[in-house]
Structures are given as C-alpha cells and as structure tokens.
C-alpha cells in the first residue's frame, strides 16, 4: 500500500505527510449557485497532503456543497479543483481519485461485512488475493476483523461506521472525505468514534476532509479547520487559534461559547472559562462589573453561571468542579464578574480570507 505516516504536531501553515507543504487539494474561485441561490461563493483553499482539514458550519452555510463539489458530485459554476497537483474540474467522480463516506452508512445489507469491504475492489477486478489482503488489512485497521462473517443488520450503528469507512480507504483514495459520519450516533459513541478517526487517519496518513456542524468535532480531531458563512469562509486555522483568537464576532458565538465585551480597544470576546466570580469587588488590573446569577447548570467537570449583568447583558462563567473548597453560588446571588485585559480578544468582525 503507498500509504504514508502523517507527521504530528499542528504547524502554522498547511503542511501534509513527511512535513512536505505540497497542498493535496487546491480550490481556487470556487462557485456554486442553486438557482439564484449562492451555496459557494469565490472559495479559495489549500489543503495539504495527510491533513485532517475540518469544514465547520451551520446548517445552509455551504460547507456540504464544496464538499460535493470537491467528490464531483455537483457541477461547478466557476472556479477550479486541482487534487495532487492535477485539474480535476471536470473529471467524474471515479477519475479523482478520491472516496465519501456518508451519514447514512449504505451498506448492502445481504453481504458480509468482508464482502462490503471487498465490494469496490471487486468492482476494479483486483485480484482475489490482493482483495483479501487488502480487507483484511483494513478491517484489522478499524477494529472489525473479529465480525468479517456479520451482516451489517447485527452490527451496532459505531460498527457499521467502521465497516463504511473500512469499505472507502480500502480502495486507497488520495483524499477521504467525510460528511458528518458521526451525527447518528449517540454522544458516547460519537466521542469514541472521533477518537478512532483520527488514529485512523494518522495511521494511513491521507488526507481527510471532514464535514460537520459540531464545533466538539471539529476542535478534537483537526488539524486545521475552516468556519463556513453563507458560502463563504469566515476563519482558517488550528482548533486553539480559531478558538482563542476568532475572526469575528459570528466565529466567535459559533465555536464555543463568548462573551462579547466592551474594552478600551474596542468590542473583544472572553471565553467562560477565563471569567472569575466572586462576591468581592474588582481588585486591581481587572476588568468587570456586577450582577445577580440567573442560572446555574451542573455538567459534570465544571458548572456554569449565567449572570444578569446590571447593565443589562447577560455573561457567562464555566467553573471546573474540582475537590478544592470553592465558594459557590445559587440562583439570586450578587457576584463580581471579572476578568483580566490579556484574556480579552479583540473582534475586527472581519472575515479571514480563504488560504
């Protein structure tokens, strides 16, 4: 197999298996109406060999249409597709070199999982012992050697997964890509299965394009992420940089929780967890003000406070329930709400381009 090992570690730029900064897939202009509908508008992206590259957005944002776009499932309305330095523009979906695995697993329920696996090959007349080799390679891969005989009916939805993805890198694709393959499960399995992926990923190293409105997602397994807007992408960057220093307001209340606040160097956002309550006064370098607790929601590792500020807003606090004596508070309570200066990132509430 002519699989890679992907390097670890998240670099500043796109760079892909064995460090090289060669982009396994370029878009370039990319445009796609529906009708008078824009879906993509004028998306310019580089993403590099064996990078697990994350699509995050909402429901309508356009991140599901490129994706289509890049599988050649839809038909480009302007634009460029260049996949390991070849235009694949108006190439069909079986000459780019590239696999889907999809939500809806869509597997044939009359075969064993082997035979699913196997099925792609088959259809390429690869020999039958290449075939087993290469099954079994993959189903030792994903975990499901021991269930090559089931049918995909006495196979629980977390298997099933794995017996789809097994059936899409076992044809070798330069690129996976993957369309929120995780939203049937439950939490737990879902939690697991992100885990699974990006071993997975980084054992064979190609490159992984993945879809999904889950902001968990797309923070746990990527190397990169772009957050999509209305077709078009508002930030590009690693998990904690997108996180910590977002774009833009709309980037900034849709990857995780903010607070919006009023600095002296304009309108900043500052995540819950950097917020500290207490029922003494600001001491000194911090910033903040008053308000009662409207809200106190238990989640396990940590408690969230929702303060009704008295100017009228509204902010939030995350603390880590830990064993350490720590005042708490209850609905009605007068609290400080403060926060230091450094922890508070400025908005330019402009988007980032696309690169």
């Known amino acids: 197999m002519r699989w890679g090992s992907k390097t670890t570690g998240q670099p500043a730029s796109p760079r892909g298996v064995n460090g090289s900064s060669q982009p396994g897939i370029t878009l370039r202009g990319v445009t796609k109406r529906f009708g008078g509908q824009l879906a993509v508008h004028d998306v310019d992206l580089d993403i590099a060999q064996g990078e697990f590259f994350t699509m995050l957005g909402p429901s309508g944002s356009g991140k599901t249409t490129l994706l289509r776009l890049i599988a050649g499932f839809e038909v480009l309305d302007a634009g460029t597709i260049i996949l390991e330095g070849v235009d694949v523009t108006g190439l069909p979906p079986y000459q780019r070199g590239v696999n889907t695995v999809f939500q809806d697993y869509a597997l044939f329920p009359h075969f064993s999982v082997a035979q699913n696996v196997a099925y792609g090959l088959r259809v390429r007349r690869v020999p039958a012992s290449e075939r087993r080799e290469r099954v079994e390679r993959v189903l030792d891969m994903v975990r499901m050697s021991a269930f090559a005989d089931r049918r995909p009916t006495q196979l629980s939805g977390g298997q099933r997964q794995r017996v789809a993805l097994a059936r899409a890198i076992v044809n070798e694709p330069s690129v996976l890509l993957l369309d929120e393959p995780l939203g049937a499960l439950d939490l737990k399995l879902r939690q697991e299965m ?14 992984f394009i993945y879809v999904t409105h889950d902001q968990e997602e797309a923070l746990t397994m990527s190397d990169r992420l772009a957050v999509f807007r209305d077709g078009t992408i508002e930030q590009i960057g690693h998990p904690s940089e997108v996180y910590e220093q977002p774009a833009s307001e709309f980037v900034a209340s849709f990857v995780g929780t903010s607070n919006v606040v ?50 009228g807003h509204t902010m939030s606090a995350v603390r880590q329930n830990s064993s350490l004596e720590r005042q708490t508070f209850t609905i009605g309570d007068r609290v400080t709400v403060a926060w230091k200066l450094h922890d508070a990132f400025p908005l330019t509430n402009q988007s980032i381009a696309a690169g």
């Open 194 to 207: 992100q885990v699974e992926l990006k071993r997975i990923q980084r054992q064979i190293g190609i490159t």
């Open 262 to 311: 009023e600095t002296n160097l304009g309108r900043a956002v500052v995540r819950p967890e950097k917020i500290e309550l207490s029922s003494t006064s600001l001491a000194s370098g911090e910033l903040g003000g008053t308000g009662h607790i409207t809200d106190v929601a238990y989640l396990g590792m940590v408690t969230r406070y929702t303060v009704a500020m008295d100017e």
